[in-house]
């Protein structure tokens, strides 16, 4: 069964700071990985979607990076800000189901005005 | 254009009782997802709608069910309900299979009592 990671829980971080969140899993036979977020209570809103094919993709102030071989990927956020405050969820669908995402427990991020 | 919605967006039921949530997929989308997810913790996968079928089922007791419409919508029915059942649960709606990732509702916050 995939099991996806996210590290580290929880982040605070002065406003304008770079800052990096990390996701593993452990079949690298995926299908895709999608990055989503969450504020308190609500639903999810994805941010960037990675095709088992690509490397990165790129909207705005953000970058994720997928390494399928070491079973990793990377959410890049640049200039942050308190806007940014939000829990972040990795979500990897396996080659062998297809159909579903296995989600991590996310990283509570919290940018400091 | 209009996203995912889900109705209702919060509701309150007795141990026991009987529950039926309502998703409406994203124009264009004919594949609806279900998900649970409990406070603190990444969403699991219910089951999966598709052609008015459910294509794929998650480690969920038969309690919980579902049905597709036409139209695309869905249900999700939850019998018995139990403290436990106590969560979020999320619809998403994609166009097939998760090439092309998941949407999501803002979801129905359900509290068993």
């Known amino acids: 069964k995939q099991e996806v990671t996210q590290i580290p829980a929880a982040l605070s971080v002065p406003e304008g700071e770079n800052l990096v969140l990390n996701c593993s899993f452990t079949?690298?036979?995926?299908?895709?990985l999608q990055w989503f977020r969450q504020d308190p209570g609500k639903g999810l809103t994805s941010l960037l979607l990675?095709?088992?094919?690509?490397r990165e993709q790129t909207s705005g102030r953000l970058n994720a990076s997928l390494d399928k071989s070491s079973g990793r990927s990377t959410l890049y956020i640049a200039a942050s800000q308190p806007g940014d405050s939000a829990t972040y969820l990795c979500?990897?669908?396996?080659?062998?189901?297809?159909?579903?995402?296995?989600f991590g427990t996310g990283t509570s991020l919290t940018v400091i005005p | 254009d209009a996203g995912v919605t889900q109705s209702p967006t919060h509701l309150i039921k007795t141990r026991g009782q009987q529950v039926t949530l309502r998703c409406s997929p994203k124009?264009?989308?004919?594949?609806v997802s279900w998900y649970q997810q409990a406070l603190g913790q990444g969403p699991q996968f219910i089951f999966q709608?598709?052609?008015?079928?459910?294509?794929q089922r998650g480690n969920f007791p038969d309690r919980f069910s579902g049905h597709q419409f036409p139209n695309y919508s869905s249900e999700l029915n939850v019998n018995a309900l139990l403290l436990g059942d106590s969560a979020l649960y999320l619809c998403?709606?994609?166009?097939?299979?998760?090439?092309?990732?998941?949407?999501f509702g803002s979801g129905t916050r359900l509290t068993v009592v």
């Open positions: 998403a709606s994609s166009l097939g299979i998760v090439r092309y990732g998941y949407t």
């Open positions: 079949d690298s036979a995926i299908y895709n």
């Open positions: 990675i095709q088992s094919s690509q």
């Open positions: 979500a990897v669908s396996p080659l062998n189901t297809g159909n579903q995402f296995y």
């Open positions: 124009s264009g989308h004919d594949t």
């Open positions: 709608y598709y052609e008015e079928e459910e294509r």
